[in-house]
């Protein structure tokens, strides 16, 4: 529910509301805290029950429920971009344009390095690689695990950007956590209820891809467990979803993307290398992820990646990467977005 104040409200009046949310098991949050004030409540599927005991307080000049099943991530909460802080010299969201980018997994410390100062060079702020990889037959690489978080969190140190990585169960939180700036929960966990809980204990930024057969509303549900544990830095990710076609190797939603952006003031970029399975269809797909209305990223790169240990068929050449950011320019200015630098987010960013 959203608890609109008169413009005259008194602040004993507001916090006579906050204690009534509280009273009936709720949390409110200041939607708008300068006058007429918003207060938001939710936490429980039926909040709007309560509608009633609030319209009659004094100073309280509306209450209106919120229909979606989904509340903290609801556009109807907050109309406003969430805008999420990667560190202190990156931001994500209303028109702060983030590019990841680096291999699928983590293979050797040459790899991680070259691959790593490659993508920096070619303006990425954050750097992708697997660790721990979800891969579907066992008998294949399954990722350097530890020695691959060491590894990214050299190239972090080699190269200042920032490291997005894999963490499939919460035995290994703490360890990716001291290597990773965001946390990705891949399409197999997305539905994982109880790692997404844990995520939502910690904070950092969560990458959320969304699951192979899931619905939006689904993704947004998820994202709900993960801001309902107290972390409201959640990065959405399409990455193409499971259909009857098999030219791609998923197919990437770019409806639900624009639909996304309406639905919910969370940032969300595109994966157009899980959602093609083709090196050759990741140039258009990420121009039209941007004209869709994507707030970022995320893209496989690799130096060599005929000889990768994983998603090679999939992954851009270094200098193809080059190729691909530089023709985003015009669907950027076309949005009104910016690619992110350290300078533009020094020029000021709020959430
Ligand atoms: C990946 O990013 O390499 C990956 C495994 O992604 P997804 O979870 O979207 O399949
Ligand atoms: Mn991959």
Redesign the pocket.
Known sequence: MLIKMTQEAERAQMEAVCERIRGFGLTPTWIQADAPVTIGAVGAADAACFKPMLEGLPGVESVVPITEPYKLVSRTLRRDPSVIRLGEDVAIGGGHFVMMAGP?AVESEEQILRIAHAVKQAGARVL?G?AF??RTSPYTFQGLGEEGLRLLALAREETGLKIVT?VMTPEHLDAVCEAADIL?I???NMQNYFLLRRVGAVRKPVLL?RG?SSTLEELLLAAEYILAEGNPDVIL?E?GVRTFETQTRNMLDLGGVARLREMTHLPLVV?PS?ASGRRSLVPPLSRAAVAAGADGL?V?VHHAPEQAL??GAQSLTLEQFGQVMRSLAPYLAAEGKHMESAAAVAAGCSR
Do not use: N
């Open positions: 699928c992708r697997g990889k979800p894999e990705q891949g399409t197999r891809k192979m990710c990455r994966d899980q995320i496989e994983s998603d």
